[in-house]
């Protein structure tokens, strides 16, 4: 079957021509000569025994033999060019082990895994709920995501999203307990993800840190105060990353118009010697595409419809959404928020 081919430079050579409409524009293209471009073309026409350009002067025609050969050439190049593509990429079968706040791993990462395990069906995925820089030290595991202040010596570090943060609360629980006000916060629970840090500098910027607090309780992590205010029990501060499917989902609302940027940030790290992992490498660039994809992030802000003084609509609670401002934190690095 080979032995019936043409030669490939004069097929490159013809489909050339025969795409750009001129010997010229096609010898440009090749890096080549006007006559190599020629010559070519004629030992092919030679090859096959058929004329397969009508020439008058400089402008060139297809005959009906080029115009049949035409489409089996450029068919034939995209396939090889697309096979050499495959071969180039990165070998994308194996393991790889990947680290993640809690918070972000179970809100953010867990519900867009798939998108990523179909694209590379060959790897297989370990996660660990885990904000511990540790992590970055073990061989056990290729891949870290950590908030904090990306100051982890002697590994590749890479920030992937700043945050603000804002309070959220269960639409079922702001109907039956309004919040008409930032000071009505003080008939909820509120809910905290690190050691109380987080709400007292919201709190300042709603001018109201002198608020009763009557009743606060304290988790280990974001996953848990998203998670208790969606089960109604009292108000927790989201953000623009890890709220936003419950955000635009309905199952949290965003009562007030408020935001302030977190303490830390999102960062992506890994040892050095995994940077140019293959695995390591698609992993992470997935990883930022993702993020774009999802932006921007249903946010601030949730409007309070009323009806009248005491009076309220069943829907009294109605998420909307606005472009998150993703802004440098202000405060003093504190690694706060797992």
Request: include cysteine; proline fraction near 7%.
């Amino acid at each position: 079957m080979a032995s019936r081919l043409p030669p490939l430079n004069p097929l490159r050579a013809f489909e050339a021509t025969a795409r750009r409409g001129a010997v010229s524009a096609a010898a440009r293209e090749l890096n080549v000569t006007h006559g190599a471009v020629s010559h070519q073309i004629r030992a092919l026409e030679e090859s096959l025994g058929t004329t397969l350009f009508e020439r008058n002067g400089k402008r060139l025609k297809l005959t009906p033999q080029g115009a049949l050969l035409l489409p089996a050439v450029t068919n034939a190049f995209s396939e090889i060019a697309a096979a050499t593509a495959l071969m180039k990429q990165p070998e994308t079968r194996g393991d790889i082990t990947i680290s993640c706040v809690p918070a972000l791993l179970s809100l953010w990462l867990l519900p867009r895994l798939n998108t990523f395990t179909d694209q590379f069906p060959g790897v297989k995925v370990t996660l660990i709920a885990s904000n511990d820089p540790e992590h970055l030290r073990s061989l056990d595991t290729d891949v870290s995501l950590l908030y904090g202040d990306g100051n982890w010596p002697d590994c590749w570090t890479r920030l992937w999203s700043n945050l603000r943060l804002f309070p959220v609360a269960s639409p079922t629980l702001l109907n039956s307990r309004p919040l008409r006000s930032v000071r009505d916060l003080a008939d909820h629970a509120l809910f905290h993800g690190d050691d109380g840090r987080e709400w007292n500098t919201w709190l300042a910027a709603a001018d109201a840190i002198d608020m009763p607090r009557d009743r606060q309780h304290f988790m280990s992590d974001a996953r848990l105060s998203t998670e208790a205010a969606l089960y109604g029990q009292g108000i927790a501060l989201g953000d623009n990353i890890t709220a936003s499917n419950l955000i635009a989902r309905g199952e949290l609302v965003v009562p007030f118009d408020l935001s302030v940027p977190a303490n830390d940030a999102f960062y992506v790290a890994c040892r050095q010697a995994l940077r140019q992992s293959p695995i390591v490498k698609v992993f992470i660039d997935w990883l930022f595409a993702a993020l774009e994809e999802t932006l921007p992030e249903p946010q601030a802000s949730a409007r309070l419809h009323l009806r009248g003084r005491g009076g309220r609509s069943a829907d009294a609670y109605r998420a909307t959404t606005t472009p998150a401002k993703r802004l440098i934190p202000t405060s003093p690095p504190r690694k706060t928020r797992a």
